[in-house]
């Protein structure tokens, strides 16, 4: 298939701000119950009932967050979503809404936002959500995306950070590292292509980890899958920033401590042989790479088990007294204090 040397480009001021809002959301259709009213009026309307309403909000920043350079826009789109999505989920809740609002320079034409949405509206109908809102409006520093994220759920089944008691297990869905990994890869891609832009990457043996970096999924099955296992975790939050930033995140709020084993840490294995091609410590990959969105949780022992054999959950350290300290339990047995190793980004410069 040839590319078209000349795509169509369509300047967003043809449409104006309420034209373009209409013509990105025109085929998007409120599926969820609890949604009255979406775009087109004032405000959106929505209707729990007797439901608790959890709200979570994020916004991503071209240059800081995002690297249009080897990320699709459609990818954009979709990842957009499901960076929210997680916070509902790590909430134990469903996600049911999202409003999305972006901010462009003129660089970006009409078909340039066409398919960013296209990847909104794959999120949407994969995860059953409702885009029910949203604005648009110019940037002069290239694309700045927020979305707001709205979910639902029964009062006794929300799961915060705080929660956790000693001799509680902690629990991690999936496996890690791979977003970071994958991250590294089209950094290096892109280098090789600024000193050979004729040179085209091979990215098959990568293909795992690129699409855990551009096209992440929020663990929305893992919060229906422990419903079904009758499992109400003691607390969560999601690995955004690195798994040493969330255990002590939840040891923070939940007084406690926490013992975690170095040989139990669960890591795909093209993750572990892309660690060694790029001569990384893959459980320094693991602790402070981010961006997996999996989802950290502790139980009580006596659950257990009920998630004991399953292949999506595994069981990597336990929490202590608050006074014994955070600790990697090496292979060799040795214990070494966890800092916070996550990505800031107010400690990064592009």
Not at 6 to 14: A, F, G
Not at 129 to 147: A, Q, R, Y
Not at 184 to 206: G, H, I
Not at 240 to 267: A, M, R
Request: hydrophobic share 40%; glycine share 8%; charged share 25%.
């Amino acid at each position: 298939m040839l590319e078209d040397k000349n795509p169509q480009r369509t300047s967003l001021e043809e449409l104006g701000e309420f034209g373009l809002i209409d013509h990105l959301t025109q085929n998007f259709e409120l599926k969820q119950p609890s949604s009255l009213v979406g775009i087109g009026d004032d405000a959106a309307v929505m209707d729990f009932k007797d439901k608790k309403v959890i709200v979570s909000t994020d916004m991503l920043v071209e240059g800081v967050h995002f690297d249009l350079s080897y990320t699709p826009l459609k990818h954009l789109g979709y990842k957009s979503v499901m960076v929210n999505l997680s916070d509902i989920c790590a909430m134990n809740a469903l996600p049911t809404q999202v409003t999305v609002s972006i901010a462009v320079s003129n660089r970006f034409p009409l078909e340039a936002l066409e398919e960013f949405y296209e990847g909104v509206a794959l999120a949407c109908k994969l995860y059953h959500v409702d885009l029910v809102g949203g604005d648009t409006t110019s940037s002069n520093k290239g694309m700045i995306i927020s979305v707001t994220a709205m979910g639902a759920a029964n009062e006794d089944e929300i799961v915060y950070r705080k929660g956790s008691k000693p001799n509680d297990l902690l629990v991690v869905t999936g496996d890690l590292g791979g977003a970071y990994l994958g991250l590294q890869v089209l950094e290096r891609e892109k280098e090789v292509f600024k000193v050979n832009p004729n040179s085209q990457p091979d990215l098959e043996a990568y293909s795992y980890l690129v699409e855990r970096q551009l096209k992440p999924e929020a663990r929305k099955d893992m919060v229906e899958l422990l419903k079904k296992l009758e499992v109400k975790p003691t607390s969560m939050i999601d690995i955004s920033d690195g798994l040493s930033s969330e255990i002590l995140h939840l040891c923070k709020h939940g007084g406690v401590g926490c013992n975690l084993f170095e040989d139990k840490i669960p890591l795909d294995p093209s993750a572990i042989a892309t660690c060694e091609e790029f001569k990384m410590d893959s459980t320094m990959v693991a602790l402070g790479g981010g961006e997996d969105y999996e989802l950290l949780f502790t139980i009580d022992q006596a659950d257990f088990p009920k998630i004991k054999g399953n292949p999506n959950l595994t069981v990597i350290g336990h929490m202590t007294e608050k006074r014994e300290g955070v600790h990697l339990i090496t292979r060799a047995e040795t214990k070494i204090p966890i800092t916070a190793q996550g990505w800031n980004s107010f400690n990064e410069t592009k």
